[in-house]
Each structure stands twice: as C-alpha cells, then as structure tokens.
C-alpha cells in the first residue's frame, strides 16, 4: 500500500508517467520530479490567469469606453481590442530571449506585474479629465505586453519536460488557457451585479463597479501569483529521455546533471511552422469575428439574440476545446501528432466547405433604414460593437436581417443554421488539435537549446493573426456589395 501511494503521489496533476517507461529509477529521483511538477503546475496556473485577463474584461469594454470619454467611436474600440494582441506580439521575443540567458522567475515576475500595473490603470482611466480613452488603450495593450510571458511558459514547459511528457504538457497547458478564456466572462458577468454606479473609495479616487472589479480582481491575483512563482516555481530543465541537464537559467549545478549536446535547428521546419500557426490563428480568428455578423444578417437575430446565441456557442466551442485538448494526450500516443495535426486541418477544411452557401432559400432582407443607396465605412470595431450594445439600449431592436446595401444578400443563398452549427462543431475540434500539435511539433523542433526566442516568434505570429484576421474579415464581409453600393455623385 506504501508503494501505491508513493507512486499516486508521483504522478501529474492532469498527465500520466509510467515509471517503467521513462527509466525512472535510473534519470531522475523522486525529489526531483516532484519539484519539477509543481513549477510546471504553477506555469499552468500562469497560463490560466493571463487567458482570464484578456477575457475578463471582453464584454464591458465598449460601455466602459463610451462612459469614460464620448469621443470614442466603433473604430477606435477595434484598436483597444487590438492593442492587446499587438502588446503581446512586440513582448513574446522580448520575454523570450530574456527567458534564454536568465531565470525564468525574472521575466515572469516582470511581465505579471506589467499586467498588474496595467489593470490597476484600467481601473483608473476615469480619473483624469481628458483624453481617457487613450489611457484605456494604453492601458490594454499594456495588459496584453504582459501576456507575452506565454512564451515563456511554454519554453520553460518545453524544456522541463521529456519527449514522452511533451505533447501531454502541452495540452494541459493549451487547456488552461482555454478555461481561461471560458471563465473570464463567466467572472464579468458575476461583477455585473455590482452596477455602473458601485461604491467609491474617496481616499485613493477609486471607483469599484462593474466595469473596475474585473480587473482588479485579475491584479490581486497576479500578486498571488506572483508570490507562488518565488517561491515555488524552480529551474528545470531535462533532456529528450528525462535526465536532469545543465542549463544557464539554473541556480545551482548537481554532479547528477549531464550537459545535453546542442544540434543544428531546422530553420526551414520552424519557419514553416510559424508560418503554419499564424495560417491557424488567421482562420480561427476570421470564424470568431464573423459570427456575431454572420448570423445577424443569414437569421434575423437581433442584437440581443445574436449576443446570447452567439455566447452559447462560442463558450460551448471552449467547452469543447477543452475536451479536445484532454482526448488528444491519448490519441497522439497512438497515432502520432503529425497525423492529428493534418487531420485537424482537413477538419477545419471540411469545416468551411460545409460552411459555403447553397440551395435556393436567401436571407431575410432588411429593406429598413436605406438612406441615399449608400454604405457605411464598417470597420472591426463596429463589427465587434454588437456585443456591448445591449446593456446600453432598450427593447427596441430596429429593423433585422440582411441590409440590402449589402448586394451579396439579394444573390447569396442563406447558410442554414444545421450548417452553421456543423461547421462550429467541426472548427471546434479542427483548430484546438492544429494549436496544441503546432507547439508540441515546434518544441521538438528546436531540441535542446533554449526556446525562449523561438517560442517568442511562435507567440508574436498567433498574435499577427489575432489582429489581421479581425481586420481582413470587416473589410470583406459588409463592404463587399458591388456597383449597388456606389455613392451617388453628391451624396456624402
């Protein structure tokens, strides 16, 4: 019975270790292993925290925005939301190469407390009397130069793991990141209760509502986090068969460790695979940007509805994510991750095509509110500003349907909801099987050496795709409608 528990003891929080397997009595001892374990599991808890501070705050920005400073229109809300992922691509090979020469503990406390720093602003950006908007937008993109520790964590996890921990490690750690987007708007939606008006602490003019909670909640937590890498979190570092090495960011060297020799990258496999990930994150990128649009004009969703069908979606694709996640530790023991990872991709392929027009059945048009056969210049933000616009509105929704100054709508057969939701499910499970096996490929890409920059380059390319796909997907999806389209001469 000793032994059994000694042996449950000893095994990953959410992965599994065969001692046989991994010739454990022989690479590594059990102090060892444990300490190895509980940084990785700290990383997972990093991951988490930095998902929940970019989505914790997704759903109140815009009625946030437009109470702190009139000024602020649709397009400037596309920038806010876009100022995280840029803060995050400029940070990723920063943190990265700083990761390579250094301990790890010191980019990460820094890049947390960055994201601190920064909610703490958000939290303030109703003080000043002017120009508040800016500060947001300072403010978020701060936040998101912070989540560029992502790199970090996933070099740190790279290296502290074996080829057998490899793809399971990853997965967790892209599960966590899942959970963190699922939750976030999970814990908005708790502070909502607290109001616009909440309390207000006089002393220090700090303003606690529903739109300040959220992010000061992620700030305590990032000190909590803080605190746990201190003082748990160690330097790790193994080779491919789990044997303890010598690497720059340890603290102190053991007789035990080997010094791991260092081959020649594959250039040519890390380009493609950066080219391939930011292909990933572009298409994903695209389907959640459209979705909101999409079925407002195919269905006739009102903003309400689009916002509450849309989210059951959406969070039930990160459910599903999740799941997917999970099921792939086993899969690609059997079956390999190159082989899941061109089946996710055929997935997300299928996923699309399915997701073509067809049929004789056109979308309901929206004849309502045609002024002068003209087009508004749509921009992301304004395709984003549907899911904000609710709590700020009463019950009366407009007109619904498929504007007809879009010219596509009196050609375009509807897309049926049965291939709308098809299709979600098939991306669903397309895109995290192509995420999780991308950085699983890509670490074993690299090797030995210290991933610190490459993971960074990896990360700021997701990021890329975060902003440009968003961006390409509001300039085709309204404005494409043709001579119809075209402005009168004299007409502004």
């Known amino acids: 019975m000793a032994s059994l528990r000694v042996e449950a003891e000893q095994e990953p929080l959410l992965g599994h270790s065969i001692r046989g397997s991994r010739e454990w009595d022989i690479i590594e001892t059990e102090e060892h292993y444990k300490s190895r374990w509980r940084s990785i599991r700290i990383l997972y808890l990093t991951m988490f925290l930095s998902s929940v501070g970019f989505s914790i705050v997704i759903m109140s920005i815009w009625p946030y925005l437009q109470k702190i400073d009139q000024t602020a229109d649709a397009s400037f809300l596309g920038w806010v939301i876009a100022s995280f992922s840029l803060g995050q691509m400029v940070a990723s090979p920063i943190f990265g190469l700083w990761s390579n020469y250094r301990p790890r503990k010191e980019p990460l406390t820094v890049s947390i407390f960055i994201s601190v720093a920064a909610n703490c602003l958000y939290a303030y950006v109703q003080v000043p009397a002017s120009h508040n908007k800016y500060y947001m937008l300072v403010a978020r993109g701060l936040v998101g130069f912070g989540a560029g520790n992502v790199a970090v964590i996933r070099s740190y996890i790279a290296g502290a793991t074996s080829l057998q921990e490899r793809t399971s490690s990853m997965a967790n750690t892209s599960a966590c990141q899942a959970l963190g987007f699922i939750l976030g708007p999970v814990f908005q939606t708790c502070f909502a209760l607290i109001g616009e008006k909440g309390v207000t602490w006089d002393t220090i003019k700090l303003q606690i509502n529903m739109y300040t909670a959220p992010v000061l909640l992620g700030a305590f937590l990032g000190i909590l986090n803080i605190i746990l890498i201190l003082t748990i979190l160690r330097e790790h570092h193994v080779d491919d068969s789990g044997r303890q090495c010598k690497n720059i960011n340890f603290e102190e060297a053991s007789t035990d460790e080997v010094q791991v020799p260092q081959g020649n990258i594959d250039q040519v496999a890390v380009v493609a695979t950066n080219v391939l990930f930011f292909?990933?994150?572009?298409?994903?990128?695209?389907?959640?940007?459209?979705?909101?649009?999409?079925?407002?004009?195919?269905?006739?969703?009102?903003?309400?509805?689009?916002?509450?069908?849309?989210?059951?979606i959406l969070a039930a694709l990160g459910v599903e994510a999740v799941i997917i996640f999970m099921g792939i530790k086993l899969l690609s023991k059997k079956v390999g991750e190159r082989a899941i990872l061109l089946g996710g991709l055929i997935v997300v392929w299928v996923g699309f095509f399915i997701l073509l027009p067809w049929g004789h059945q056109f979308p309901k048009i929206q004849w309502e509110d045609l002024h002068n056969n003209s087009i508004p210049n749509t921009t992301f933000g304004e395709i984003i500003i549907t899911l904000w616009k609710i709590p700020r509105e009463d019950h009366n929704e407009g007109p619904t349907g498929?504007?007809?100054?879009?010219?596509?709508?009196?050609?375009?057969?509807?897309?049926?909801?049965?291939?709308?939701?098809?299709?979600?499910?098939?991306?669903?499970?397309?895109?995290?099987?192509?995420?999780?096996?991308?950085?699983?490929?890509?670490?074993?890409?690299?090797g030995p050496k210290p991933q610190g920059v490459y993971m960074g380059w990896l990360t700021a390319s997701g990021s890329a795709a975060r902003i440009l796909g968003p961006i390409f997907i509001s300039q085709v999806h309204s404005p494409f409608c043709g001579l119809s389209c075209q402005k009168e001469p004299g007409i502004k």
């Open 402 to 446: 498929c504007p007809v100054e879009q010219a596509w709508c009196l050609y375009t057969p509807m897309i049926h909801l049965a291939q709308f939701l098809t299709s979600a499910v098939l991306i669903g499970i397309g895109y995290p099987s192509c995420n999780v096996m991308s950085y699983t490929l890509y670490s074993k890409i690299l």
């Open 279 to 312: 292909v990933i994150l572009f298409i994903f990128a695209l389907f959640e940007t459209i979705v909101t649009p999409l079925t407002m004009d195919m269905y006739a969703w009102t903003r309400e509805q689009a916002v509450l069908y849309d989210g059951i």
